[in-house]
């Protein structure tokens, strides 16, 4: 009897494995899948392999962290000042597009440097809708998402043929078009659009749009996020993964690949519209060159830094990224921030294969007194 050939490929449970982004040798990376960890609990980069396998985070933990969450969005207005404030809803508008990020390259596994530009034309779009047609700020606001979800079904197609880094070329060239296409057609200065008031049934002075503005913005992301996450466990979440792990297994499986990038691309690019949106709500003014191509580059480092497929991380890099600047500047190295940026990126691929410290980090909170076995139910 014959032997048979190997198989092209092996199933895996896509549940489970995350390839990495960049590099690593794949032998390395499917140790990473908790079912198949060394016995010694050490994965690669000395994370923890089987001993965080069957163990979660306690449930009185998780409820700690989404009432202090929720605690610090209800206090922020009375403990910041204007400036502050307006600063934290510039951070939750960079929440947006990070988590359309995230989307994009750590559940769909597609490259992508241009959502600075994402970003920028969410902003003009609700400019356009807020100004122009008179739409209000609370519906302007998903209308942008819709817009830009079906510019990213756009950009998504030719991407459908690309790879790695065709795909990154053909997002930076979107990143590095819209400052320039923005200056031509809209005007070199920009354009300033109508200011946002408060409703009246708010009880917000006019005088505090600001808060206004900062109340749009937690509530978007907050709704955001929970979107995300009931969409990203569901079947569409299981789809992206088997695509991003085994397309071809995926297909022989029957799940339309190119259909469900189409429709990473669209969630992706909604995103950040929300975003860009939020952007027009905090200050009513879209300068192209606020979002050059660099702001993509920072993007895509963070996500890296934070964990591609770790949601709860985008507040945290949106932090980072409106405050490093004031920390640089406190520390008389103003103006150093792309070099900053590139650092994270070494650091993240080198010491962090790709991955980021968020993966890391989850592992040890569940190892420590957060987290607990995932209890076993009873057979009867």
């Not at 990154?168 to 809209?186: E, G, M, N, R, Y």
Request: charged letters at 15%; zero cysteines; glycine letters at 12%.
């Amino acid at each position: 009897m014959t032997d048979l050939p190997p198989p092209r490929f092996r199933l895996q449970p896509t549940g489970l494995v995350r390839r990495p982004l960049i590099g690593a040798d794949r032998s390395e990376w499917d140790l990473l899948d908790d079912r198949s960890a060394p016995a010694s609990g050490l994965g690669p980069a000395g994370d923890v392999g089987s001993d965080a396998h069957g163990r979660e985070l306690r449930p009185s933990a998780r409820l700690g962290g989404w009432l202090v969450t929720t605690a610090a969005a209800f206090a922020a207005p009375a403990v910041f000042d204007p400036i502050r404030l307006n600063s934290l809803t510039r951070a939750l508008a960079l929440t947006a597009a990070l988590l359309g990020l995230q989307v994009l390259l750590g559940y769909s596994g597609l490259l992508s440097i241009g959502h600075g530009a994402m970003l920028g034309i969410g902003a003009w779009v609700t400019g356009v809708l807020m100004t122009d047609l008179g739409l209000r700020a609370e519906l302007a606001i998903p209308a942008a998402g819709l817009a830009l979800a079906a510019f990213g079904v756009l950009v998504g197609l030719p991407a459908l043929r690309l790879s790695g880094i065709g795909l990154a070329l053909l997002t930076l060239a979107v990143a590095v078009s819209f400052p320039i296409l923005h200056q031509k057609f809209v005007g070199p200065l920009g354009k300033v659009y109508d200011e946002l008031v408060p409703p009246s049934w708010t009880g917000i002075e006019t005088d505090d749009g600001h808060v206004w503005s900062y109340a749009l913005a937690a509530v978007s992301i907050a709704t955001l996020y929970l979107g995300l996450r009931v969409l990203l466990s569901g079947r569409f979440g299981r789809s992206l993964r088997a695509v991003r792990d085994e397309p071809i297994a995926a297909a022989s499986f029957g799940i339309p690949v190119d259909r469900v990038r189409l429709a990473a691309f669209a969630v992706s690019a909604a995103a950040a519209g929300v975003g860009g949106a939020l952007l027009v709500v905090r200050t009513p003014y879209v300068y192209g060159p606020d979002f050059p191509f660099q702001l993509s580059i920072q993007l895509f480092a963070v996500v890296l830094l934070v964990g591609a497929d770790r949601l709860p991380g985008a507040l945290a890099g949106a932090l980072i990224l409106t405050q490093l600047p004031r920390a640089l500047g406190a520390l008389g190295l103003a103006g150093l921030e792309d070099l900053l940026y590139a650092l994270v990126l070494l650091v993240v691929i080198l010491a962090f294969r790709g991955r980021g410290v968020g993966p890391w980090l989850h592992r040890r909170l569940l190892m420590g007194r957060l987290g607990r076995p995932i209890p076993i139910p009873s057979v009867p």
